[in-house]
Structures are given as structure tokens and as C-alpha cells.
């Protein structure tokens, strides 16, 4: 090891002790173990451009340990990204760019949130799918212009979640050569020891996924070990590698290789001796030799230099394939085609009644010749879902005879966790367009990462099919009815339940369109009218007025109804005008959040104040106080059996509702309408 590396090595491990101090919180223990292999990484091996973050063929760097962040923002300091000394000072404070996880929302240089373990190894497989595909469609003979790497760090913890273990046998399987995987070896996690819990080899686990599998025995001293190995991982282009790398964590701490160094400040004491252990002064802090710094430059230099021969690559690429160099840029650049929308199809209520998940057939199909950029599948549901389009390609190794990566459509298997992350990853690739498809129940095995993609502000569309009690003779193991209400409940998250064909396509506008929020397309196994009212426009509002039934000015109920339901609202309202000779405002609420972002004026407007209201949704009530004074719902788990007869013995049918309207009516006739709150 030369002078220069042991001296970057021990800045690294100093100066995230430091900000872990400063903080009086965070995690030093992997820093200091891991710094050995990421300053190899970094100076040896990544090729990137610190001055132009977002250039589409740098290596990809994931710390999947997120809890061990110190390390990848010193690193970042060091290669000249936008975080400065002052921020690394500034770590796990309000408003820094070095928050207690990363976040690539907040931090340059950043390219996945990595909070909770196992989505940075499973993001990373995202990368290099994105990776491979867009080097299947763009690359030409000469014209190599995708072809980077992508690298991730990841700890015992990591590789203990389930959601790892989904992402990497999915990667294995499609021989994912771009990718590399430094496992941090330390032995090490909060409870102590991993011989308590975790005691499996994991290299002939990977081995078994189809990796490619090294060790690096000695990960605290040997880089030549550590330079080899990636090498060799570089070299190997139809596998993923994992490299065991045997650190120690906490290296140079007094509580070094104890779970004691994991999560707490080393304090004063112990920081002081290690300072004075690898040189430094114990009455300084926050230093960085300027020799650490020339080399680190220098490396960043490399990285920007390959950019600028990458953009003259780019130039002559225009000149031998304008068409291909055209659609490359507008998809970097995160422009959707022009006149795309103009393939969605639309309806009237002459056309006949089709299930939400076929109609989302129809428009996917529509979508995938004009939007080439929108890729992804479903975790082995694709007959269910309806989600593989005419003439669509798998991405499959061109080895296996089952597709090519120039393919589009995924085959996740049963990985639903596996596949949120992976899309996650897709996404922040960039310049493609990921949906992810199971039924709508199981999102909630994915929503440890569903939850990032709205926290990262990725543009994930999840085809959701078979919801609520519609689902049928499968019973309430497959019912989801609360899972609108956690999706709900989630921030930045566009959630649909569209009513017909017209609302099918306004919500895959509306999910495409906003690309900075992921978008839960909810749709039915059940055949649902086309409804007279509806429209696209109407449906990238979030909820309209749908039809009023009754003669009436002034509306005796208002009755707001989602998904499947709002035909069975429109039927009640039928009732209640032709029996009773009232008149009901029939809405549709396709999607709560884009209502919730329209004007005041027109949320009134379409609630009606000081009209009693009801909602009819075959999902949970809870949420709905806000909107409607009698919600209508279900609030048990369902029941097996055919869908009409549930649909009956939960009382979500014209008849029952219309009674329970009279109710609603006749109880406001003597009592005060309340206020709802809709200037929120």
C-alpha cells in the first residue's frame, strides 16, 4: 500500500469519525471498516464526472449499508461533488445535504435513497438492467455509448432482507455482467455478533444464484487483493460478481470489531486516539491532507476527461445515426414523444362494458409502439395483469433463446419486493419509464420500496390489478381492503381507481406526466359500463361531476364513488330519482391526491357545501370523513366467493345503497349539515 493510499484511507476513516461525533449520532463502525475498498473503488476503478453528476454513462456507486453514509459523503467531498467540508460538518442536521441516510433528492452525486437495508443491492440490479437494455438499443458497432458499471457496497444486513435475496436471484438469472458487489464482511450487526443469527455461507448462496464469487481475505490492508478482484469481476461478462471482502468494523477504535462501534459516536477518548493512531493531530478535526485531496482531483479529472470523449462519441453518433441520436437525447433529456397522448384510446357509453385491467391492456398496447422508453412486466401474473403488449420482447439473456436485452418486458417471478426495488433502480437509471405489475393486495409485500419510489420522487407506475372484493372466490388472503388506505396515506404517491375506459387512459396520462411521483393504477377483474360523463380531461382532476340525476337545482345528495363502484353510485342515483323524485350528484373520484391539488373554488364546487354526501368505495372507509359525511364501505376483511354475491353481503349494490342514502337524507332534514373541510 503506498503512502498517498494509507493517508487517503485514514482521511476517509478520521473524517467520518468526525462527522458522526459532530453530530453526536450516526454510524463510524462501517466507514472506517469499508474505507479500504471504497477509496479503491473510487480512485481506481469509478468513472465518473463530479461536474456533471447526470451524465448518462458514469458508473452507477450505490452504498446499499445506507446507516454508514459518512463514507460515501467523504467520498463525495473528496471527488469534488457539491458537498463541501462545511456539509460534512453539517451531517444529520435540518436542511443539510448529508442527511442521516442518503437521499438522492437532497445530495449530489447520490443516485438511490438506501434508508432501509436490501433496497441499495436491489436498486443496483435496477442500474444495470437500465445498463444493459439502452445498451441493446442504442449501442452500434464502433459506437460503444452505454457501457458502464454499476457498484455497491453492501453489509451482512443487507444480505440478510429478503428483498436482496429476490433482486439478486432475478439478477443471476438474467447474467447481469455489469454488475459488482462488495459485501462487507465485519461480522458485525446491532445485536452483536452475526454468528448469533447469521451463520450461512454466503457465497455459495450467490454461487447458487449464478454469481460469480471472490473473496478478498484481508478487505482492512489489502487494495492490490481488492484491485484484482474487481478486475476480475470486469472481466466476467455474463455474471454478476459478489466479492467477500473480510473487514473489520470500527478499524483503529478502541471498540473496534464489536457492535459497540456500529451505531454510536466513538466519543472524545477513543476519536483523539484514533487520530493520533494514523497521524493526525487529536486537537483538529475535519482535515483533509492536500495530498488527499491532489490524488482524489486527479481521479475526478480522469472522469471528466472520459465524459468529454463520451460527447465527442455522441457527436459522430449523431452524424452515422440521427434517428437513434435523436431519441437518445429526448429520452436523457426525460421528454416524453410528441403527440404521445394522441394513442390513448377513449370511450362512450355505447361501447361495451370491459374490465379495468383489460382496458389498461388496451392502452399499454397503445403505449408501447410510441413510448419506448416504458419498460417493465409483472411478478408472474402476466395472464392476470394484462400487461404484456403485441409483439413485446423479454429481456432475457440472447443466450437463453427467451428474449434479448433490447426486450422490454420483464419476468420479475414472484418477487414482488424485488420488483418495486428493481424498478426503483430503472427509473434512476434514467431515460427509461418502469411499471411494475401484480395484484393490487400484493403491493403490500412491496412496499418497503414502493414507500422509496415516493420518497426518491421516481416516476414507477404499478399496474395493480384484481382490487378489493371484485377479486371474488379467492377469498380475503387476496381482498385488499386496506391498501388504498396506506397508499393513500403515503406522501408524493398518485393513486387511481378509474371507473371505465376513459379514466383507464386518463390515469396513464396523468402517472406519465408527473414525473417526479410514482402512480398506483388500481383496476378490476370485474367488467365495468363506460359511463356517460367521463373523459380523460375530467380524470386529471382527480374527481368531477360526473351526472346529476333528478330535476332539481339544488342537489338532494351528493354520491361519490371510486373504481368499480361509481357505476354501482350511478345505479343508486337512478333509484332515488325515478322511486323517490329526488336528485343526486353523481362524482367520480378517480384519484384523491390530484383532486386534493385543485382550487378551492372548484373542490366545492364539486362537493356541494351544505349537501349531505355519501362515498361508495368497496375499499375501507377510513380517510373518507374528509371528503363525505357518510362514508359507505367495507371495514372487515372480505369473503370468498362470486364477486356479485359479495358484492351483495357487503351491501355495495343499488338497492342497499339507496336505502342507506334515504337515511343520510332524511336524518339532515332535522339536523345541520356539517362543514367539511375543503379548503385543506
Known amino acids: 500500500m503506498s503512502n498517498i493510499d494509507q493517508t487517503s484511507i485514514n482521511t476517509i476513516r478520521v473524517v467520518a469519525a468526525d462527522m458522526v461525533q459532530a453530530a453526536n449520532s450516526g454510524h463510524p463502525g462501517a466507514p472506517m471498516g469499508c474505507a479500504p475498498m471504497a477509496h479503491v473503488l473510487f480512485t481506481r476503478f469509478i468513472k ?6 447526470k451524465w448518462l454513462n458514469r458508473d452507477r456507486f450505490v452504498l446499499s449499508n445506507g446507516h454508514g453514509c459518512a463514507l460515501h459523503y467523504v467520498l463525495l467531498h473528496l471527488m469534488g461533488y457539491k458537498v463541501s467540508l462545511d456539509d460534512l460538518k ?28 436490501g433496497q441499495g443491492i ?42 436482496a435475496s429476490e433482486a439478486s436471484s432475478l439478477a443471476g438469472h438474467l447474467e447481469l455482467g455489469n454488475l459488482i458487489v462488495l459485501y462487507d464482511s465485519n461480522g458485525i450487526q446491532i445485536d452483536g455478533s452475526t454468528q448469533l443469527g447469521f451463520t450461512e455461507d454466503v457465497l455459495k448462496r450467490y454461487e447458487a444464484y449464478g454469481w460469480h464469487t471472490l473473496e478478498v481475505a484481508d478487505g482492512d490492508n489489502d487494495l492490490e487483493g481488492l484491485t484484482r478482484a474487481i478486475e476480475e469481476a470486469k472481466a466476467v461478462k455474463n455474471k454478476p460478481t459478489i466479492i467477500k471482502v473480510t473487514t473489520t468494523i470500527g478499524f483503529g477504535a478502541a471498540k473496534a470489531g464489536t457492535a459497540g462501534v456500529h451505531g454510536a ?23 483533509v491532507p492536500a495530498e488527499v485531496t491532489k490524488q482524489y482531483a486527479e481521479r475526478a479529472a480522469l472522469g471528466a476527461a472520459a465524459e468529454a470523449e463520451w460527447n465527442a462519441l455522441l457527436a459522430k453518433y449523431a452524424s452515422a445515426y440521427p434517428a437513434e441520436h435523436a431519441e437518445l437525447v429526448r429520452r436523457i433529456e426525460g421528454r416524453l414523444p410528441e403527440g404521445w397522448e394522441k394513442a390513448l384510446p377513449s370511450f362512450t357509453p355505447a361501447d361495451k362494458a370491459v374490465a379495468t385491467r383489460k382496458l389498461s391492456e388496451g392502452v399499454i398496447n397503445a403505449l408501447a409502439p410510441v413510448l419506448p422508453e416504458l419498460i417493465g412486466g409483472s411478478a408472474d401474473l402476466t395472464g392476470s395483469n394484462l400487461t404484456r403488449w403485441k409483439d413485446a420482447v423479454d429481456f432475457q439473456p440472447a443466450a437463453t ?13 414472484v418477487r414482488e419486493h424485488g420488483m418495486a426495488a428493481i424498478s426503483n433502480g430503472i427509473a434512476a437509471y434514467g431515460a427509461n419509464i418502469p411499471f411494475a405489475s401484480t395484484f393490487l393486495n400484493f403491493i403490500s409485500y412491496a412496499a418497503g420500496a414502493t414507500r422509496l419510489s415516493a420518497l426518491s420522487h421516481f416516476r414507477v407506475l404499478y399496474v395493480m390489478t384484481h382490487d378489493s372484493i371484485g377479486l371474488g372466490e379467492d377469498g380475503p388472503t387476496h381482498q385488499p381492503i386496506e391498501t388504498f388506505a396506506m397508499l393513500r396515506a403515503t406522501p408524493n404517491y398518485l393513486n387511481f381507481r378509474p371507473a371505465d375506459g376513459n379514466e383507464v387512459s386518463g390515469a396513464y396520462y396523468a402517472a406519465l406526466t408527473h414525473a417526479t411521483r410514482p402512480s398506483v393504477l388500481s383496476l378490476t377483474r370485474q367488467n365495468l359500463p363506460q359511463l356517460e360523463g367521463s373523459s380523460i380531461e375530467n380524470t386529471l382532476k382527480g374527481g368531477y361531476h360526473l351526472k346529476t340525476y333528478g330535476a332539481a337545482a339544488q342537489p338532494d345528495l351528493v354520491a361519490v364513488g371510486t373504481g368499480s363502484e361509481v357505476s354501482i353510485a350511478v345505479d343508486a342515483a337512478k333509484l332515488l330519482a325515478e322511486k323517490h323524485g329526488l336528485t343526486v350528484k353523481v362524482v367520480s373520484m378517480p384519484c384523491l391526491e390530484l383532486f386534493n391539488e385543485q382550487p378551492a373554488e372548484y373542490r366545492h364546487q364539486v362537493l356541494t357545501p351544505g349537501v349531505p354526501s355519501i362515498s361508495v368505495e368497496a375499499l375501507s372507509t377510513f380517510g373518507w370523513h374528509k371528503y363525505v359525511h357518510h362514508p359507505i364501505g367495507i371495514d372487515t376483511f372480505g369473503a370468498s366467493g362470486p364477486y356479485q354475491q359479495l358484492y351483495e353481503k ?13 337515511k343520510v337524507i332524511e336524518y339532515y332534514k332535522t339536523n345541520a349539515v356539517p362543514t367539511l373541510d375543503l379548503d385543506f
Request: hydrophobic fraction near 35%; include cysteine.
Open 265 to 287: 459516536p466513538l466519543g472524545g477518548e477513543s476519536l483523539g486516539a484514533v487520530k493520533t493512531l494514523f497521524g493526525f493531530d487529536p486537537a483538529q478535526s475535519f482535515v
Open 650 to 662: 357487503f351491501g355495495l349494490v343499488p338497492e342497499t345503497i339507496a336505502t342507506k342514502a334515504l
Open 48 to 53: 465518473a464526472n463530479p461536474q456533471h453528476s
Open 122 to 163: 436491489s436498486n443496483a440490479v435496477g442500474l444495470a438492467v437500465a445498463e444493459r437494455h439502452l445498451a441493446a438499443t442504442f449501442n452500434k458497432p464502433g459506437f460503444p455509448l452505454i457501457d458502464n458499471y454499476v457498484y455497491t457496497i453492501a453489509g451482512d444486513g443487507c444480505l440478510q432482507e429478503g428483498v
Open 401 to 413: 433463446g427467451l428474449g434479448d436485452y433490447a426486450g422490454r418486458y420483464l419476468r420479475f417471478g
Open 90 to 117: 453539517n451531517f444529520r442536521q435540518l436542511n443539510s445535504v448529508t442527511p442521516g441516510h442518503p437521499e438522492n433528492t437532497h445530495t449530489d452525486g447520490i443516485e438511490v435513497t438506501t434508508g432501509p437495508l
